[in-house]
């Protein structure tokens, strides 16, 4: 029982950070980012291909790997999204989600062609240790994993609640008007807003590819458990993300011991749909 | 409505274009042909249904190869049940389809734009689940195999060529017929401001369960001709994304504010992803398409239809003087021009 909780909340922090990027740029401004999930793939590969490069540990090279996410990010915003926002809501929506898929695919061909389509993962002197806390046997990097998690979305609540740009990118996402009458740059808070929301996806790309094995394909199942989490947690809100990411976890966890690994998504699905039905603007959301 | 004005006209003409195609097969136009062809009438036809609430209601659904996979289960499960024959079971295809669009729509109708967008692509990986582990009912990922109703390629080419057309005219039909009755205008009514029409005394509930549920039978319908066609089904590709992002794209490359927008949306699409798939490649195919998809959504927002349009509203109206703001895009979609 502990094992499964355990278990539950190690994996459920890595699910958190995949959605808390997602969270940041999804449903703002009517954008659906099914994009977002993609760099987290993408992150995963830079990580690995820069320590092999320069023969670094894989936490050495991330600041790097996040800087050119944060560029490829702005990049997709200014380049993608914003030529789609003088149109009409319902358009937006459609159009918005095609554009970012178009991208996914595009950025899943890109990785196919020049990392292959295998599984890979990044294995160092201490992918195998164990840690031992209270006769549970702990994987050393999910617990690092872990740790970066929870330290990731505590400095972003910071950020968002604490400076001024991350109060502006709370203002532009409640109302965009009335952050455009204050003053607010709110183009230039987009870009800022969406090159965020790719780093804090290659932070994750950077936690998959030490503890999981992952390959260009992984993008669909990530997009799913990004959204999922993202959802249940409520768009934009940094403390319902990480509720909903351990949530996640710990079904996914219980489902697969109690029952079978076979119906762990089904069950992730079927949490999902009830928060659709009960609470479709998930648990910290603003009610729609 | 822009389309009103070409309404009956257009209709003739595309009855006029389906005769001319019912006469390929008699024409010294290689088999080859034929067989491929159904590929398209298919992906017509599917266009068509997902528009029905995709493009005139608004409500943009990644799920609608949940609807094609289950009216290929629905013949596939009664095959390897009971061994009845796909020919007879074929219209319960569309009935199964229906069903699972009403229990969709009872949960999902209370959510709009993006959410819609999220529930029904979890319920196609639903279906996909419950396919992959309920094999005593679908034979789990092995899939079930369909027979051979003929071992002549030609006549079966041929048949299913019949097929596809018949198809692709009872669903560009009920697309026409529904665009303009009253029900088409509530629902392009939902679309430009579902809270106004609800005002206005559209039963907004009503109108989309409609749509959603005659958008899913027909593809239903479809899924079971596609599904025998490739006389083989199995969970992975009975509900996968590119099936659901195929209608979606072939509607919007289109236009997707009339009937015929998906038509000449799928033709184009099918015909350059099998060009560029037999010139460069899978995975540079994959790669161009991506960018060919890219820019038509931002360069013609609304479609090929969108350009004709264009150009005919062009010698009726002058362009407005400079310094004037030019008229919002989403009123010239309301009112005539």
Sequence with gaps: MLNVLVLGILNGSIYALVGSGLSLTYGRQNVIDVANPAFVVVGAYLVLFLSEKFGLDPYLVTPLALAALFVMGAVVQMLLINPLLSRPDFEMHVQ????????????????????????????????????????????????????????????????????????????????????????????????????????????????????????????????????????????????????????????????????????????????????????????????? | MQAQHLSWGGLAVFMAIVAACALLPFTPLPDFYIQQAFRILFFAGLAQSWNILGGYTGYLSLGHSSFVGIGGYTIGCLFFAFHWSPFLTFPLAGVSAAMLALIIGLICFRIRGSYFLIATMLVLFIMQTLANNLPSVTNGADGIDLPLFTSNFTLEGRIWFYIGLALVVLTTLVAFFIERSRLGLNLMAIREDEDVARTMGVKVVHCKAIAFVVSAALAGLLGAAYTYRAHVIEPSTAFSVEMSAAPIMMAILGGSRNWIGPLIGAVIYDVVSNILLLTVGNEASDMLFAVFLICVVLLLPDGIIGIVNRFRTKNVLPEPPSGVTPPIRSDSALHPV
């Design chain 1, 96 to 288: 918005s989600a095609l554009v970012l898929f178009g991208l996914a695919m595009f950025i899943q061909v890109c990785l196919v062609l020049t990392f292959s389509a295998d599984f890979r993962g990044i294995h160092t002197s201490y992918t195998d240790a164990v840690v031992r806390i209270a006769g549970l046997r702990l994987p050393l990097v999910k617990l690092i994993s872990t740790g970066l998690a929870f330290v990731t979305l505590l400095s972003l609540y910071a950020f968002l609640t604490r400076t001024f740009i991350g109060k502006a990118i709370l203002a532009t996402y409640a109302n965009r008007e009335t952050a455009q009458l204050l003053a607010i740059n709110v183009k230039r808070i987009d870009v800022i807003t969406y090159g965020l929301g790719t780093a804090i996806a290659g932070i994750a790309g950077l936690v998959i590819a030490l503890t999981f094995s992952f390959s260009p394909a992984s993008v669909l199942p990530w997009t799913v458990i990004g959204f999922a989490v993202a959802v249940i947690g409520g768009k934009g809100s940094v403390l319902g993300t990480f509720i909903a990411g351990l949530t996640v976890g710990i079904v996914e966890a219980g489902v697969s011991v109690t029952i079978s690994a076979n119906w762990t998504y089904l069950a992730v699905y079927s949490l999902l749909l009830l928060v659709f039905v009960v609470r479709p603007s998930g648990l910290l959301g603003e009610r729609l």
